[in-house]
C-alpha cells in the first residue's frame, strides 16, 4: 500500500527525470528510462500488492547506470565485481538523494537504499523482490538480444548464464516465469527449459 500517493509519484517522476538523461537509446527511448518502466510494469503484474519500498527500488534499480561506465574498472574478473559493488552503492544514493528530495523519511530511504544495493538478497524480501523483477525483465526484454550480442557462447556457457538468473529468482518469480505470464525469447525457449529442469 501506499502511504502517500503524492509524495510517491513525487520520487517516481524524479527517478524518471533523472534516467531520462542517458544519452544511450533503446527503441528511441533513453535506455535506462525504459528499462526502469519495463521494471515497474512487470512489478505491477507479478507483484500488484507489493509495497512501497519494492515499488520504489524497482523503479530506481538502474538509475543513471551509465554514470558508472564498466570501462572505468579494470577489465577482470575482480574488476567486473568491484565494478558491480561501486554501482550498487552509486544507484542506491542516487535513489536515496531523490526520496528525500521528495519527502520520504531516513526509514524508508534506508530500505529503498538496501534493496538497490542487493543487500540481503534471499533474507530481504524488497531485495528479494527486485531480483525476481530484475530476472523476468531479462527473460522477457534482454535475453534474446543478449544471446545475439554473445555468439561465441557455447551452449554450456548459456546454461549457465540462465542458471545463475534462475537461482537468484524466488520459487514464486520462476513459477510466473514459466506460467505463461511472461513473454520468453522463442528461440531460447529450449535452453531456458533445460537449464531450469536439470
Same mark, same amino acid.
Given at each position: 500500500?501506499?502511504?502517500? =500517493?503524492?509524495? /510517491? ?16 537509446? @533503446? ?13 515497474? @510494469? ?26 558508472? *561506465? ?6 577482470? #574478473? ?46 530481504? *524480501? @524488497? ?5 525476481? +523483477?530484475?530476472?523476468?525483465? /531479462? ?6 538480444? /543478449?544471446?545475439?550480442?554473445? *555468439?561465441?557462447? @557455447? ?7 540462465? =542458471? ?6 524466488? #520459487?514464486?518469480?520462476?513459477? /510466473?516465469?514459466?506460467?505463461?505470464? +511472461? ?8 535452453? +531456458? ?6
Amino acid at each position: 500500500m501506499i502511504e502517500n =500517493r503524492e509524495r /510517491f509519484s513525487r520520487a517516481m517522476a524524479l527517478f524518471d527525470a533523472a534516467n531520462a538523461q542517458d544519452p544511450n537509446l @533503446d527503441e528511441g527511448q533513453p535506455k535506462e528510462l525504459l528499462y526502469a518502466q519495463r521494471m515497474s @510494469d512487470m512489478i505491477a503484474r507479478f507483484a500488484p500488492d507489493a509495497s512501497e519500498a519494492s515499488q520504489l527500488a524497482v523503479r530506481a534499480q538502474h538509475i543513471q547506470r551509465w554514470m558508472v *561506465p564498466r570501462n572505468t574498472y579494470p577489465m577482470t #574478473k575482480e574488476g567486473y565485481h568491484a565494478w558491480r559493488t561501486g554501482l550498487y552503492t552509486f544507484q542506491a544514493d542516487s535513489a536515496g538523494e531523490l526520496m528525500r528530495q521528495a519527502g520520504y523519511d531516513d526509514a524508508m530511504i534506508e530500505r529503498v537504499k538496501k534493496a538497490v544495493g542487493k543487500r540481503g538478497i534471499k533474507s530481504n *524480501p @524488497d531485495t528479494q523482490m527486485l531480483e525476481d +523483477i530484475a530476472g523476468l525483465v /531479462f527473460i522477457e526484454h534482454y535475453m534474446l538480444a /543478449f544471446a545475439l550480442s554473445k *555468439p561465441e557462447y @557455447d551452449e554450456e556457457k548459456w546454461l549457465e548464464i540462465i =542458471r545463475k538468473t534462475w537461482k537468484k529468482m524466488s #520459487k514464486a518469480a520462476q513459477a /510466473f516465469a514459466l506460467s505463461g505470464k +511472461i513473454e520468453l525469447p522463442e528461440p531460447l525457449v529450449p535452453l +531456458i527449459t533445460k537449464a531450469v529442469s536439470q
